[in-house]
């Protein structure tokens, strides 16, 4: 990837949301706590201890940790456009400008248009996002459209389009 970037945005979970996580784990953790190392199970048919340190695991440390550290990370350079999802996908995917035959910015309803928040794939080809309800989709010769999320979806358009336009009249 060419250093000379001259878009570059990095997207966290929001804040709010990382709390929410912490405390539900925070939670899970007492329940578990309660149970496999004090004796006390909650409810009449309670999870086995085995099974509760899993979720535990799972639900109270991984998922936390998932989403203090996942970004989404765009970058536009002269020769095309380069974005991941860290950390499902460490390597950044590149689309290259001779690749793309159209882009638009978008305004949308996320819960609604695609599904939520992350990783989603659907009719409207995939869609990245972490935040917001703005992006910039990339329909590529092929027919497949990538949605990325942006809070600098006009900026991020106006470059792509730029660039793209003079990568095609060169």
């Known amino acids: 990837m060419n250093n000379k970037a001259v878009f570059h945005?990095?997207?966290?979970?929001?804040?709010?949301?990382?709390?929410?996580?912490?405390?539900?784990?925070?939670?899970i953790f007492?329940?578990?706590?309660q149970q496999v190392m004090l004796g006390y199970s909650i409810g009449t048919?309670?999870?086995p201890d085995w099974l509760m340190i899993v979720i535990w695991a799972f639900v109270g440390v991984l998922l936390p940790l998932f989403a203090s550290f996942s970004r989404l990370e765009i970058q536009v350079n002269d020769k095309g456009?380069?974005?991941?999802?860290?950390?499902?996908?460490?390597?950044?995917?590149f689309i290259p400008f001779s690749g793309i035959s159209s882009i638009e910015a978008l305004t949308f309803n996320p819960l609604w248009n695609?599904?939520?928040w992350g990783i989603r794939w659907g009719l409207g080809g995939i869609c990245y996002l972490v935040?917001?309800?703005?992006?910039?989709?990339?329909?590529?010769?092929?027919?497949?459209r990538i949605l990325l999320g942006s809070q600098r979806s006009n900026e991020?358009?106006?470059i792509t389009e730029e660039k793209r336009k003079r990568h095609l009249s060169s």
């Open 81 to 93: 456009v380069y974005y991941r999802f860290f950390p499902l996908q460490p390597r950044f995917i």
């Open 30 to 33: 007492i329940i578990m706590y």
């Open 45 to 47: 048919h309670p999870a």
């Open 114 to 116: 695609t599904g939520g």
């Open 156 to 158: 991020l358009f106006e």
């Open 9 to 27: 945005e990095v997207q966290y979970q929001p804040m709010w949301l990382r709390i929410i996580m912490l405390g539900v784990g925070a939670i």
């Open 131 to 144: 935040r917001g309800n703005q992006g910039v989709r990339f329909t590529l010769d092929s027919g497949k």
